[in-house]
């Protein structure tokens, strides 16, 4: 939902980084990875106990993430690279909640419910950009991506609102985790909806 604001704020800065970057020689892949191991960084954090500091490896891999499409909009833009970025992001949102299991088997059963919503949230985003590729259907509400992105009540801004929220606050995991949880099986929902609208012969 926020995302569309989110971007016209962010994306100017972020588009003179990566050309700065590009001018450098920095590859988006380059850029992909490092936010990923970043992503790895604040998991580990918040396993090992520390999950106010895991807010600089987190924020900072989120940032790395906006670069990466920056930086290939200054060189060029490939569909591994694309692959690659969608395949770090989901490692990472699944990456966070198994943290917070880690740090506390208590909250196993929450962790394991918001794994499932992103699970199921996730999917009914990709089957939308898959059917989307095969009928030529683009938009950009959210950016330049390499793929179709669907937009939802819960995209990925209010997930990494979320994410800082449960570093800032871990002992309100449980019931922070089952009420975004429960948003995100809302946003699954709706999408599905409109796939009805969009694929309908």
Request: hydrophobic share 55%.
């Amino acid at each position: 939902m926020l995302d569309t604001a989110a971007r016209r704020l962010i994306d100017p800065p972020l588009n003179r980084l990566g050309q700065g970057l590009a001018g450098w020689g920095v590859s988006a892949n380059t850029v992909t990875f490092l936010g990923l191991a970043l992503g790895i960084v604040a998991g580990a954090t918040i396993a090992l106990g520390a999950p106010g500091w895991a807010l600089i490896p987190l924020l900072a891999s989120r940032l790395a993430d906006g670069l990466d499409g920056a930086v290939a909009r200054a060189t060029r833009k490939t569909d591994l690279g694309g692959y690659f970025d969608i395949w770090a992001d989901f490692l990472f949102y699944g990456l966070i909640p198994l943290a917070f299991a880690l740090l506390d088997p208590s909250n196993g059963t929450a962790a394991a419910f918001l794994l499932f919503a992103f699970y199921v949230n996730g999917t009914s985003f990709l089957g939308v950009a898959i059917l989307a590729a095969k009928r030529g259907l683009e938009t950009t509400a959210q950016g330049q991506k390499s793929l179709y992105y669907s937009a939802g009540l819960l995209e990925g801004t209010e997930t990494i609102l979320f994410f800082v929220l449960l570093c800032l606050m871990p002992q309100w995991f449980v019931p922070l985790s089952l009420a975004f949880g429960a948003l995100c099986l809302f946003t699954a929902a709706a999408r599905v909806l409109n796939a009805r609208h969009l694929f309908t012969d």
